[in-house]
């Protein structure tokens, strides 16, 4: 399976600033993913993003709020702009494998994001 | 719309006890069905999966899951827990088509306290 990593693990941000995550993947991959996982929650898609194109947004999530990037195979960031405090949660990206006949999703160790 | 119900938020067992952590489905079509566990500040771990074929399916960690298509049910089972076992347990199912190819849903995730 895919070997995925993002960065930051963790941070504190101040309301109203952005931040940035970035999810790096060891090998060449069509789709990935954004979720949001609130506390105590379960997880919510965000976004896919397929390379070439622009990002496909869930219901209740908007580009202007959460865009995304996917300049290549292996790369993709996620911006959450304009933070308040509800903001806060673990956000994940994942990838479905390719080589499993597609739609098994492997899974980042997530940031986890807290918002003052 | 697909959707996973895991009718048990949180569940405890003793060290060696048999265990079985319950998950119904809806979902049109036949269903891909994934098991992952989330320890304490990790990512999610893809436990098995369910494509077609043998409805036991086997997977890491000695757990094992059964698909039941007359219930809806992807229960998933260990005969013996560990410790190592406490973590919190998610039931997905991912959409093979459409404009949510790939999305998974999850369930609300069920809490395992282990106690020794």
């Known amino acids: 399976s895919a070997v995925i990593s993002q960065k930051p693990s963790r941070d504190i941000c101040q309301r109203g600033t952005s931040l940035t995550i970035q999810c790096q993947v060891d090998s060449q991959v069509t789709m990935m993913f954004w979720y949001r996982q609130q506390p105590g929650q379960s997880l919510t898609l965000i976004a896919t993003a397929n390379q070439g194109s622009e990002a496909t947004y869930e219901s209740g999530f908007v580009i202007d709020k959460f865009p995304i990037s996917r300049p290549n195979l292996t790369f993709s960031t996620l911006t959450v702009s304009n933070m308040s405090p509800e903001d806060s949660s673990i956000y994940l990206c994942?990838?479905?494998?390719?080589?499993?006949?597609?739609?098994?999703?492997?899974f980042g160790p997530g940031t986890r994001l807290l918002v003052l | 719309a697909q959707s996973v119900t895991q009718p048990d938020i949180h569940i405890t067992v003793s060290e060696g006890a048999s265990l079985e952590l319950r998950c119904n489905y809806s979902y049109g079509a036949t269903p891909y069905l994934f098991w992952y566990v989330q320890s304490p500040g990790q990512g999610l771990q893809l436990l098995l999966k369910y494509f077609s074929g043998d409805t036991l399916v086997q997977g890491i960690k000695g757990f094992e899951a059964e698909f039941k298509r007359s219930q809806s049910s992807f229960n998933l089972r260990k005969p013996s827990v560990h410790w190592s076992d406490a973590a919190e347990y998610f039931c997905?199912?991912?959409?093979?088509?459409?404009?949510?190819?790939?999305?998974?849903?999850f369930g609300q995730g069920t809490i395992l306290t282990v106690h020794p």
């Open positions: 997905a199912v991912v959409s093979a088509g459409g404009t949510s190819y790939g999305k998974l849903t």
């Open positions: 994942s990838v479905e494998d390719p080589w499993e006949g597609g739609k098994t999703q492997y």
